[in-house]
């Protein structure tokens, strides 16, 4: 493989007007499909295999006029103290309202709270319901203005009024914050390489990457029902491996100039040495993130095979553009150890030489590793141990209205329904009953609404609401616990298992659905998928590693590391959003349940990214170890070669990470988070202090490989053996031509 990028690399630096108008045309031809593609639409949310989305499914057949995905709004109002809603005034303003809010083009019905009995018992909390044709993401801005114009004019007759559901919903901001991550990493850029131009060669292809990415997934996404955070994501994971994959090359052409290579020379080599571990690096994410498919859950595997492309665009950018780029910077950036004009550089080369003789900060820690690995192992194990341990107390569910801050009418319209009408209000289950196969579907339905409200834990049960056929019905149970409650979850199971014997009785199926049964199922699901899809993932990457490194010890203490690392990370998540430590410092206005998905999408994204630091740390060290150094050694050779180019690249992956913490999505702030502090402890704590020290530990042990798998496996030369032959050959060839020149 070295020897095929090595000439790859050559190519794209005699050609790089052919290679770099290939680039711009992608992203033309990129950014022309985004702009004329048609707006899409919220996605769809689907839970393939789930009771909840059986009973989704059968009411889009049973009750077609249903618009089950269009949006909704609860108004919610409350009479002004000492007063009653029932109040003449008090219900002429809420009847006022009402005729408002049926006025609109996208409004299906509105429910008068006095025809509908939707009071408080203590008659000071009312609630009309809006049903629009379309989603949140769809209604128009007139639609959301007459809602937010209803409201307004009620308060004006001195009510409080707030409203919730989903028909103000916004398309999420991610803020300034996300600028200013992209300037860390510019500022680190240019301290590491001592170079404006060499700093700016990885943010450019890196924002070329990400534009041909995210304008691809934008152009696909009306037709590929893909959502804004597909978007984001590949954004997100795009910016931060392609800044990273084109540092490492640009930081390995540096070395090659250092020693006195020619431009191109330096180029090939550098694609192909560092390009080699940029593959495999590449390789092994683009697996994590594809891998998600196993969830089965449509949402999740699209946003992985999308932040799967943008990364496959990454790798493929930094092996052809990046070599193309520096063919036309030329001199302007220096070998390594020099620094430009602007920034210092043009010392004397005794000066560089005096400098050069005291060993760099990665080569000190090595060695300080090497004599003290015990205590460092220890230190660190204890570190991250310390860091898991919130992770035990982790509670899973979805954000609601109830997770919002206290300052959105969302959340006071959510308090409001609570006081009033009880915390199970704001979560009712859908029981859907199918009696279609039933003699007699009306008793059938009778004797489940009997049944549910014998069960512990409900305070109401609905009339059931029939087809038009007569077959099918829908009952709602109002719980008397809040929708992330424990007892809301046994409610849930219990009304399941009730269901089995009404089947045997009536042969009527009995089906639980609504927001609140499908989190419940989701989270279930993916609990049902983390071990599976870590067998898979771990699986594969440790074969690829093993391939990578010619060991076995040394992919299994890699995935070890990462488990370790992610455990930790999730403590922190933990400790952030559902403790509330540093909440303030986060923006995290309200703590809760951590998003059912966190756990699996952090094993997925975070063990691509640690096998990012795997792969070019130890492969350096791999690479001092074949040409004959010995095994402490090789720890210090990998580190003076390779330690400051991986700190550089971890703080900047940390930096764009931490950019979207500053998004108004709170799925987003999550990952953001997840992501930028499972990077820090990854890369500072188990690849910089716990993989050192495990090495030098194992000593010639951790390179063991029994020799019939060294014979089976298929040699990939990430070291660049096949380079060094390439020099040795040509070589003796121009000592045999000066031979014949003196003959």
Known sequence: ??????????????????????????????????????????????????????????????????????????????????????????????????????????????????????????????????????????????????????????????????????????????????????????????????????AGLPLLTALVGVGIGVSTITALANALDLGTTTSTLAMMIGLAVGIDYALFIV??????????????????????????????????????????????????????????????????????????????????????????RLLGGGRKKAQQAAAGERPNMGTRWARFV??????????????????????????????????????????????????????????????????????????????VSDKIRDLDDVVSVTPPTYNK????AMISVIPDSKPSSTKTEDLVHAIRDSGGTVKTNT????????????????????????????????????????????????????????????????????AVFQWGWLSGLMGVEETGPIMSMMPIFMVGVVFGLAMDYEVFLVTRMREAYVHGERPGQAIVTGFRHSARVVTAAAVIMIAVFSGFIGSSESMIKMIGFGLAIAVFFDAFIVRMAIVPAVLALLGKWAWWLPKWLDRALPNVDVEGEGLRKHDAESASDGNEDRELVRV
Not at 370 to 384: E, F, W, Y
Not at 408 to 434: I, K
Request: hydrophobic letters at 50%; glycine letters at 10%; charged letters at 15%.
């Open 1 to 198: 493989m070295a020897t095929f990028l090595y000439k790859l690399g050559r190519l794209a630096f005699r050609r790089r007007h052919f290679v770099a108008l290939i680039w711009v045309a992608l992203l033309t031809l990129a950014g022309v499909g985004a702009a004329s593609a048609p707006t899409a639409g919220t996605s769809s949310f689907s839970i393939p295999g789930t009771e909840a989305q059986k009973a989704f499914d059968l009411l889009e057949q049973r009750f077609p006029g249903m618009s089950a995905d269009g949006a909704t709004a609860r108004v919610v109002f409350q009479a002004p103290s000492g007063e009653k809603m029932a109040d003449a005034a008090n219900k002429a303003a809420v009847e006022k309202a009402v005729d408002e809010l049926g006025d609109g083009s996208e409004v299906t019905s509105v429910t008068d709270p006095f025809k509908a009995k939707a009071l408080s018992k203590d008659g000071t909390i009312a609630y009309a319901q809006v049903s629009y044709k379309v989603s949140g993401m769809e209604l128009k801005d007139a639609s959301k203005d007459a809602l937010k114009e209803a409201a307004q004019d009620a308060r004006g007759s001195g009510l409080t009024v707030e409203v919730g559901g989903d028909a103000l919903q916004a398309v999420p901001e991610t803020g300034s914050t996300e600028i200013i991550g992209i300037a860390v990493a510019a500022v680190v850029l240019v301290i590491t390489f001592g170079s404006l131009i060499a």
């Open 251 to 340: 930081s390995r052409y540096r070395a090659e100039l250092a020693e006195g290579r020619e431009r191109e020379e330096a180029a090939g080599r550098a694609v192909g040495t560092a390009g080699s571990a940029v593959v495999f690096a590449g390789l092994t994410v683009v697996i994590a993130l594809v891998g998600l498919a196993v969830v089965n859950v449509p949402m999740l595997t699209k946003m992985g095979v999308a932040a799967a492309g943008t990364v496959a665009i990454a790798v493929l950018i930094a092996l052809t553009m990046i070599p193309a780029l520096l063919g036309y910077v030329g001199r302007k950036v220096q070998p390594a150890g020099q620094k430009s």
């Open 370 to 447: 090497v004599r003290r690995p015990l205590a460092v192992l220890l230190l660190g194990v204890i570190g991250l141990g310390a860091a898991a341990i919130p992770a035990a107390s982790l509670e899973l569910g979805l954000p609601d209205d109830g997770s919002q801050p206290t300052s959105t009418t969302q959340r006071r319209a959510y308090d409001l329904l609570s006081e009033g009408f009880g915390p199970g209000f704001n979560g009712p289950l859908m029981v859907v009953v199918d009696a279609k196969s039933s003699d007699a579907p009306k008793d059938a339905v009778t004797t």
């Open 469 to 472: 056929a007569g077959d099918t």
């Open 507 to 574: 042969d009527a199926n009995v089906l639980v659905s609504g927001s609140t049964a499908m989190n419940i199922d989701f989270s279930q699901k993916l609990n049902d998928a983390l071990v599976p899809y870590l067998a898979l993932v771990v699986g594969l990457a440790f074969l690829l590693l093993i391939v990578v490194f010619r060991s076995i010890l040394v992919p299994l203490k890699a995935a070890l590391g990462f488990l370790i690392s992610v455990l930790a990370a999730l403590g922190a998540v933990v």
